[in-house]
């Protein structure tokens, strides 16, 4: 993997009470003179001006992203982080293997958790829930 340049995507979700989830898109090899642009760009640069212009259009990073271009568009950049997408709710899915109890500072407030935990499972269980994101 030395001097080979590779991407992938991030993805992090979190909710309103700091509970997190992670993903990551595929994991894939950049073509060489790619890859010696982003490292001597230093950091200024990113994957989306080098493919701007390696393919001489504007904006790619907006439409087929790199990994359209070289799948040919068997893949587009949003088909590209759904399954990192997918992945970073796991933790939400399986919130009590996954998430450490929660201390709280009153009876009060471990009612008013519970109340909103069992709502928002409630909505995630919900057939429509992943359409909507």
Do not use: W
């Not at 080098?50 to 359209?68: F, P, R």
């Amino acid at each position: 993997m030395f001097h080979r340049g590779f991407t992938f995507g991030v993805i992090c979700i979190m909710d309103d009470k700091g509970k997190i989830g992670y993903g990551t898109s595929p994991f894939f090899e950049l073509p060489p003179q790619i890859t010696k642009e982003l490292l001597e760009g230093k950091g200024m640069i990113e994957l989306g001006d080098v493919m701007d212009n390696l393919i001489g259009e504007k904006n790619t990073k907006q439409k087929l992203g790199a990994v359209g271009y070289f799948t040919k568009g068997v893949m587009d950049r949003k088909r590209y982080y759904v399954d990192g997408l997918t992945v970073a709710l796991i933790p939400f899915l399986n919130a009590g293997l996954c998430f450490e109890p929660q201390i709280y500072r009153d009876e009060e407030q471990k009612e008013e958790t519970t109340r909103l935990t069992q709502e928002n499972e409630a909505g995630i269980h919900d057939a429509g829930y992943m359409t909507q994101i």
